[in-house]
C-alpha cells in the first residue's frame, strides 16, 4: 500500500516507508512525507528471507536529502550496530536480536546494545 492510502486510513499516526537499498524510493517516500525511512538489510537475518542488501553509503546520501529519521533493518546485534551509528542512522530495528537471541533474554539483550 503507498503512504498516500495508508494516511487516509491510519491519519496522523507514524507511518514509515522502507526503501531496501533505492535512494529512489527514499525520494519517493521524501516526497510524501514518510515519519521515517529504512534501509536494509545491513546484515544476514533470521528474522525474514533478505532480498536486498543495503550499504552505510545508502544512509550517508539519504542524509544529505533529509532530515527524516533514518533506520537501519536486517540482522543488527550488539557487534555491529555501532557502524550504522556512525553513518548517520537515527535508528536501529533490533527485533530478531531482541527476541530470537539464543544467548541473552529480551532485556539482556538491549543491555548489550546500550
Known amino acids: 500500500m503507498n503512504i498516500i492510502e495508508a494516511r487516509k486510513i491510519v491519519g496522523n499516526k507514524i507511518i514509515g516507508i522502507t526503501c531496501h537499498n533505492s535512494i529512489n524510493l527514499a525520494k519517493t517516500a521524501i516526497k510524501r512525507k514518510a515519519d521515517y525511512i529504512a534501509f536494509g538489510a545491513?546484515?544476514?537475518?533470521?528474522?525474514?528471507?533478505?532480498?536486498?542488501?543495503?550499504?552505510?553509503?545508502?544512509?550517508?546520501?539519504?542524509?544529505?536529502?533529509?532530515k527524516t529519521p533514518l533506520v537501519a533493518i536486517g540482522g543488527i546485534n550488539s557487534t555491529n550496530y555501532q557502524n550504522l551509528l556512525l553513518n548517520n542512522v537515527n535508528l536501529l530495528a533490533i527485533s530478531g536480536y531482541v527476541w530470537n537471541n539464543k544467548k541473552y533474554k529480551p532485556y539482556k539483550a538491549i543491555e548489550k546494545i546500550k
Open 42 to 66: 545491513f546484515f544476514s537475518s533470521t528474522t525474514k528471507k533478505v532480498k536486498f542488501k543495503a550499504s552505510t553509503k545508502i544512509l550517508n546520501r539519504a542524509k544529505k536529502l533529509t
